[in-house]
């Protein structure tokens, strides 16, 4: 980001201001604009630095910081910035269908268990938000609910079939 021009703008504001004073006041802003450009500057930079931390504050997974190059701003962005687009197809790509509504929650779970979470995640290629749709649609199946519950919905401490 170029601040430069802000710099200059500045500048040039404060010595039209100082024409109503003459050429002395006139001459005392130049003096004072060279003294106070590494403030201008320095300002500038802290302000663009809240800016960023408001937007990482707000954007999850996503981390925003302003860094110099040289005597500039630069903003770096790292992270995946979670779409809304981008999670309906993530959740059309594991089976939604495309008129089905998506629907946010709020899911507290363990540390290590999302670290483990996550970590499976990776390992098939997929987002945690992907994997964790897969996972709850699994265990949400007919075939997951009757084992769970037995035929008649209700939970079930028999266990029918063979066995060798």
Sequence with gaps: MDIADLVESLRHDLIRAAEAGGTEAQAAAERLLLALDPAVRLTLMDAL?????????AAPNVTVSVRLQGREPVFAVEGTPAHPAAEEAAFNEIGGEGGEQVARIT??????????????????????????????????SDHAAAFIYGRHGRAGRHIKGWAK
């Design 49 to 57: 630095s809240q800016a960023a931390a408001e937007i990482s504050a």
């Design 107 to 140: 899911l507290r779970i363990p540390e290590a268990l999302k670290a483990r979470a996550e970590t499976l995640a990776a390992r098939r290629g997929q987002s945690l938000n992907t994997w964790l749709v897969a996972a709850a649609r699994s265990a949400a």
